[in-house]
């Protein structure tokens, strides 16, 4: 059987309910990571087949970082390399890279390529290289990369699937014990409704409520739900209407999995986690700035505190190219 781990240990960050969520890519990241062998059967289930799924599986993030950096690609949450093992014990790596923004990208099978290539320059692992494309363009259709020279030539093909291509298979998804299958609803709602708030929340709600009636448990529940309530985001008063009706939902069949108890736990818990997460990444990049160009002031230590979340980020991707404190102050300068 295929367990998740607790997704609930792996907070999302919060955005207040008025606004829209920008960061799309930090729950598909940790719904991946909480559900990576349902992802890989319902997606690539010719790539599954390979797979020992009783042994544990590795998810390689410091590989990945070093691959993207030096790749000079830039930082990519929702991406996921992990290692495997095949049913005749060989290892096994698994590229998988998730296009959240709805936009084509011309370049997107070059990076691919790129990202395949590094990955076997370092650590001498051809991955298998999979893209969940969550775009709205059905042409667009990214699978390989290459060259044809007369004595030279190169064909780089990669699994892809398409999310809009489930439009079409929504009584497939509905019936399916997967609870991948839920991410794909979710997601495919989102887009069907972004000009339609109350056609959302009536989505919302049905997406929930089939949690209940598919008999998950309650962290399962938890974890699928923190999914939908990411993605599915409502004006703050559709948003309380909908609470209302599933604190109704959940009186009738007296179960106590998502109530506004439970709701304001996992809040809070977001929150802690944001914080820790925000101080985390500013102790690092002072650690990384204080190897690289030495002793950082504490003037300069109080600007670096001021900075936002994608500041930080920013800042972390910079001063690689750093060779002294006048980088840095220059650094902070033009983006104080």
Same mark, same amino acid.
């Given at each position: 059987m295929?367990?998740?781990?607790?997704?609930?240990?792996?907070p999302l960050p919060k955005i207040p309910m008025t606004e829209p969520r920008a960061d799309l890519d930090s729950p598909w990241k940790e !719904?991946?990571?909480?559900? +990576?062998?349902?992802?890989?059967? !319902?997606? +690539?289930?010719?790539?599954?087949?390979?797979?020992d799924w009783s042994r544990p599986y590795e998810f390689l993030d410091k590989e990945f970082q070093k691959i993207?950096?030096? #790749?000079?690609?830039? $930082?990519?949450?929702?991406?996921?390399?992990? $290692?495997?093992?095949?049913?005749?014990?060989?290892?096994?790596?698994?590229?998988?890279?998730?296009?959240?923004? #709805?936009? $084509?990208? $011309? #370049? +997107? #099978?070059?990076?691919?390529?790129?990202?395949? !290539?590094? !990955? +076997?320059?370092?650590?001498?692992?051809?991955p298998i290289s999979l893209a969940i494309l969550c775009?709205?363009?059905h042409q667009w259709r990214p699978h390989?990369?290459?060259?044809?020279y007369p004595d030279t030539r190169l064909h780089f093909e990669f699994g892809t699937v398409k999310l809009i291509d489930y439009q079409t298979r929504w009584a497939e998804l509905e019936s399916s014990e997967n609870p991948f299958a839920i991410v794909v609803m979710a997601h495919l709602k989102v887009?069907?409704?972004?000009?339609d708030v109350d056609q959302r929340k009536v989505w919302k709600f049905r997406l929930t409520r089939a949690l209940y009636e598919k008999g998950y448990g309650r962290q399962e529940v938890l974890n699928l739900y923190r999914f939908i309530d990411w993605v599915m985001i409502l004006p703050e008063a559709v948003e309380r209407s909908f609470w209302q009706d599933l604190q109704s939902f959940e009186e009738d069949r007296k179960v106590t999995y998502v109530t506004n108890a439970e709701r304001f736990g996992i809040e809070k818990g977001i929150q802690q986690g944001i914080e820790q997460g925000i101080e985390r990444e500013r102790s690092l990049i002072l650690r990384q700035l204080t190897r690289k160009i030495g002793t950082i002031s504490p003037n300069v230590e109080t600007q670096i505190a001021a900075l936002s979340?994608?500041?930080?980020e920013s800042l972390g991707e910079a001063l690689l190219d750093f060779s002294s404190s006048a980088d840095l102050d220059e650094w902070l300068r033009s983006h104080l």
């Amino acid at each position: 059987m295929l367990l998740p781990y607790n997704l609930s240990d792996r907070p999302l960050p919060k955005i207040p309910m008025t606004e829209p969520r920008a960061d799309l890519d930090s729950p598909w990241k940790e !719904i991946l990571r909480a559900y +990576f062998p349902q992802a890989i059967a !319902i997606f +690539f289930p010719n790539t599954a087949a390979l797979i020992d799924w009783s042994r544990p599986y590795e998810f390689l993030d410091k590989e990945f970082q070093k691959i993207t950096r030096d #790749a000079e690609l830039g $930082k990519r949450y929702a991406d996921q390399l992990v $290692k495997v093992w095949q049913v005749d014990g060989a290892e096994l790596w698994l590229l998988m890279h998730v296009e959240v923004q #709805a936009q $084509k990208e $011309k #370049a +997107f #099978a070059q990076r691919m390529f790129t990202y395949n !290539i590094r !990955i +076997f320059d370092r650590y001498q692992q051809i991955p298998i290289s999979l893209a969940i494309l969550c775009d709205e363009n059905h042409q667009w259709r990214p699978h390989e990369y290459g060259a044809d020279y007369p004595d030279t030539r190169l064909h780089f093909e990669f699994g892809t699937v398409k999310l809009i291509d489930y439009q079409t298979r929504w009584a497939e998804l509905e019936s399916s014990e997967n609870p991948f299958a839920i991410v794909v609803m979710a997601h495919l709602k989102v887009l069907e409704t972004k000009r339609d708030v109350d056609q959302r929340k009536v989505w919302k709600f049905r997406l929930t409520r089939a949690l209940y009636e598919k008999g998950y448990g309650r962290q399962e529940v938890l974890n699928l739900y923190r999914f939908i309530d990411w993605v599915m985001i409502l004006p703050e008063a559709v948003e309380r209407s909908f609470w209302q009706d599933l604190q109704s939902f959940e009186e009738d069949r007296k179960v106590t999995y998502v109530t506004n108890a439970e709701r304001f736990g996992i809040e809070k818990g977001i929150q802690q986690g944001i914080e820790q997460g925000i101080e985390r990444e500013r102790s690092l990049i002072l650690r990384q700035l204080t190897r690289k160009i030495g002793t950082i002031s504490p003037n300069v230590e109080t600007q670096i505190a001021a900075l936002s979340v994608a500041q930080l980020e920013s800042l972390g991707e910079a001063l690689l190219d750093f060779s002294s404190s006048a980088d840095l102050d220059e650094w902070l300068r033009s983006h104080l």
